[in-house]
């Protein structure tokens, strides 16, 4: 079975582009996280949705920030514009719901320059 | 509020050796602990996982032991051997029945040959 897909699995942009990364949670599962992680801040939960519904987005930094969840199968993160700050290695997994397991995927790594 | 935190951010052992990772946490109403392994480069993979109703549970190799009296989460890992060699994480719900994981800063565990 495939796991949690990520793409791009690397991004390179430029300060004030729109930067648009995607999730494909694993089949069946209900609940699907973007987690952002860096060397100074570890791994911070950003926005976590159930049923295709934003749950908790009270990780998401700032308004730059934004995640859609328009079916089961597929989401995304936005952030425009895009700051050197960014830069980070961000993180899709999903679950069955509940406190459970947290599937990961491989993770994007971002760099604005 | 909530704290997860780890006493070593670094552990060197040797090949063979059992290692013991701890981690603290300070939300009492947490009923849900998970550890992470991540490798360079990857995404965390799911070690195991202990509820509230629980002091101990075993896997292959780990065992994950809960005080909650002192607030205390520990990872076991016996005869441990090179491919151990990672971050590990311990994460915890943060309040009883939420989805959302709080995570450690992470241990470094490095096995010598």
């Known amino acids: 079975d495939a796991g949690v897909i990520q793409s791009p699995r690397h991004e390179v942009t430029e300060m004030g582009q729109e930067v648009t990364l995607r999730c494909k949670p694993i089949?069946?599962?209900?609940?699907l996280f973007w987690y952002r992680q860096t060397m100074m801040r570890g791994l911070e939960l950003l926005i976590y949705?159930?049923?295709?519904?934003?749950?908790?987005d009270s990780g998401m930094p700032e308004d730059r920030f934004s995640a859609k969840m328009p079916n089961a199968s597929f989401s995304t993160l936005k952030i425009q514009p895009s700051e050197p700050r960014d830069s980070a290695v961000y993180f899709c997994?999903?679950?069955?719901?509940?406190?459970?397991?947290?599937?990961f995927g491989p993770g994007t790594r971002l760099t604005v320059l | 509020g909530e704290n997860v935190g780890l006493h070593l951010p670094t552990l060197s052992v040797q090949e063979g050796d059992n290692s013991i990772i701890n981690c603290a946490y300070s939300?009492?109403?947490?009923?849900?602990f998970i550890w992470y392994k991540q490798e360079s480069g990857k995404g965390p993979q799911f070690i195991i996982d202990?509820?509230?109703?629980?002091d101990k549970r075993q896997g292959q190799r780990v065992t994950v032991l809960l005080n909650k009296t002192v607030k205390h989460l520990s990872l076991q890992i016996a005869a441990t051997q090179p491919g151990d060699s990672a971050v590990y994480f311990c994460?915890?719900?943060?309040?009883?029945?939420?989805?959302?994981?709080?995570f450690g800063k992470g241990t470094k565990l490095t096995v010598n040959p």
């Open positions: 202990i509820r509230s109703n629980m």
């Open positions: 997994a999903s679950s069955l719901g509940q406190p459970n397991e947290q599937f």
């Open positions: 939300n009492s109403a947490s009923d849900y």
């Open positions: 089949s069946g599962h209900n609940s």
């Open positions: 994460a915890e719900n943060g309040s009883g029945g939420s989805e959302k994981l709080v």
């Open positions: 949705f159930n049923n295709n519904v934003p749950i908790d």
